[in-house]
């Protein structure tokens, strides 16, 4: 540690070099933002065909955990054509709070199993092995196994990694947020929030409460300053209110996990 009082603290734990801290951070992006009242969640998941009734606010799996099912649009996808990916690494938190990864060799249209049957929270997924075109072929998405309308994650075509700004902070874990930034494309005026399931340290299971806000119409808002405390299983996301549908947004978020 005495290392560190010479130099910037959240570099040496980027860095690995601070036993028990880490950065957590995400990012996301969504097009066509439209006017649902209570705001959406940035994802594209409107973009899946069909886009599932949950597109608007991404659903949370049950405390006890879920088995689920990753699947592409494209048959592309997988193993047997060699063009889109192939194999996919999902990060998730199991039925007790405590990061875990799967990887699952992808095959195309047809939905495979996910072996643990107790994920609490997918994190985000990323491609590990991809065929001659580098990137998804269709929309690759994940659900709840027997409910395809409960989809938790998705990675887009085009893409190697999911983007959507969702966490659950880890058993034993605080996560102080530092900062974040949003924006908006299109000149359509977006509320943008960053928001988490707890109020000063207690967790409010299902309510999602605002840590900031900015009003963006083709601008960008950044604040390096939340210094706000999360306790050990809040939920955070990002979502956008807007007046006129067709905005485009993306956004992202960083923080500094320690134990509790």
């Known amino acids: 540690m005495s290392n560190i009082l010479n130099r910037d603290f959240l570099i040496e734990v980027a860095a690995n070099k601070v036993d028990n801290y880490s950065i957590m951070e995400a990012f996301g992006e969504r097009e066509n933002v439209g006017t649902t009242t209570a705001g959406e969640d940035i994802t594209r998941m ?119 700004p969702h966490r659950m902070v880890p058993l034993g874990k605080k996560l102080i947020l530092l900062g974040w930034h949003a924006s908006e494309a299109t000149g359509k005026r977006q509320a943008i929030r960053i928001r988490s399931t707890d109020n000063e340290g207690v967790i409010l299971t299902g309510i999602f409460n605002f840590k900031d806000t900015f009003y963006l119409n083709k601008t960008v808002g950044v604040n390096n300053f939340l210094h706000q405390a999360l306790p050990a299983l809040a939920i955070v996301k990002v979502s956008s209110w807007a007046n006129v549908t067709g905005g485009e947004v993306a956004c992202g978020w960083n923080g500094l996990l320690l134990p509790e």
Do not use: W
Request: charged content about 10%; hydrophobic content about 35%.
């Open 46 to 164: 409107n973009d899946l065909t069909p886009a599932p009734a949950s597109h608007t606010s991404i659903p949370t799996p049950a405390a006890a955990g879920e088995q689920m099912t990753i699947i592409s649009e494209s048959a592309l996808d997988g193993t047997s054509l060699n063009t889109g990916i192939q194999e996919v690494e999902i990060h998730y938190l199991d039925a007790d709070g405590n990061p875990q990864t799967e990887l699952k060799t992808m095959n195309g249209t047809t939905g495979v199993n996910t072996t643990a049957t107790n994920i609490r929270f997918i994190q985000y997924m990323h491609a590990t092995v991809v065929g001659t075109g580098g990137v998804a072929a269709g929309h690759i998405k994940i659900y709840k196994t027997g409910t395809v309308n409960l989809v938790y994650c998705m990675i887009a075509q085009g893409g190697n990694m999911s983007l959507l």
